[in-house]
């Protein structure tokens, strides 16, 4: 079956709006949008890729080129649905799948649940908040104050994302979370080092995928992405930073 020019730039477009909505590298999402255009039959495929949006300009067998632009208003990490996008185009790359299968694959990968439910990222949290005051060389009490900091403050996160606000506006009151339950910590338990617990809070909300791609995207040869990236993962540590640093002030007067 011969599919159109529309058709093949409609999946291969969706395909990179999927992996770029989720935090797939740069060149990552040109290639697979490279690769599924010329399986599904496109003679010539050209695709840019920035953090806010995809494009793609194809020229089918017939000489007819046409160029498309979507764009991207909101991006989390989900590594899952990258694989599933990434696997996606291995199979058609390698005919094992069809067109029809594969858009209507593409739509389930689209229309699935983000992310996990509430209590499970509140565990997991809580987790990385309590490893990372291990690597500190903080003790038992520590460690367990910063496992019940970062419960806190990924609900705080995850109440203030729901409220639609400002962009790194949950990053700041995670910060301020943090402060404030460190503090009052120590206040009541005089021997729990306040640092560590602040640390080992803040650490989910650290951008550790944005920053690794960042430097991806720079070695790479991507460097208008690289350079954005980079930008939205210090703006991201500031906020954190500054919530972190108003309450520490305020409670040191």
Same mark, same amino acid.
């Given at each position: ?15 990179? %709006? ?60 989900? !590594? ?9 185009? $291995? $199979? ?13 694959? !593409?739509?389930?990968?689209?229309? %699935? $649940? ?20 291990? @690597?500190?060389?903080?003790? @038992? ?74 430097? $991806? ?14 930008? %939205? ?14 309450? !520490? ?5």
């Amino acid at each position: 079956m011969r599919i159109l020019l529309e058709q093949i730039m409609d999946i291969a477009v969706l395909a990179g %709006e999927i992996m770029l909505t989720n935090g797939a590298e740069t060149s990552r999402v040109e290639e697979t949008m490279f690769h599924i255009a010329r399986a599904l039959g496109a003679v010539k495929a050209e695709s840019f890729v920035i953090p806010t949006g995809v494009f793609l300009t194809v020229t089918d067998c017939e000489g007819r080129t046409s160029t498309v632009m979507r764009r991207i208003h909101d991006r989390t990490i989900n !590594l899952d649905r990258i694989a599933k996008v990434n696997e996606l185009s $291995r $199979r058609l790359t390698d005919r094992r799948m069809d067109y029809d299968a594969a858009y209507a694959h !593409l739509e389930r990968i689209a229309r %699935e $649940r983000t992310g996990f439910s509430l209590v499970p990222s509140m565990l997991a949290s809580g987790v990385v908040g309590g490893t990372a005051a291990l @690597l500190l060389n903080a003790g @038992l009490p520590e460690s367990a104050a910063a496992f019940g900091t970062a419960l806190v403050v990924r609900y705080i996160a995850h109440v203030v994302s729901r409220l639609h606000g400002v962009r790194f506006t949950f990053e700041f009151f995670g910060g301020v979370t943090a402060a404030l339950v460190g503090t009052q910590i120590q206040h009541f338990w005089p021997q729990v080092s306040s640092d560590i617990v602040v640390v080992g809070g803040v650490m989910p909300l650290v951008p550790g995928v944005a920053i690794t791609n960042a430097i $991806r995207d720079v070695i790479a040869g991507d460097l208008l992405s690289g350079l954005s990236r980079g930008l %939205e993962a210090a703006l991201t540590s500031v906020a954190i930073s500054m919530g972190v640093m108003i309450i !520490l002030a305020v409670s040191r007067c």
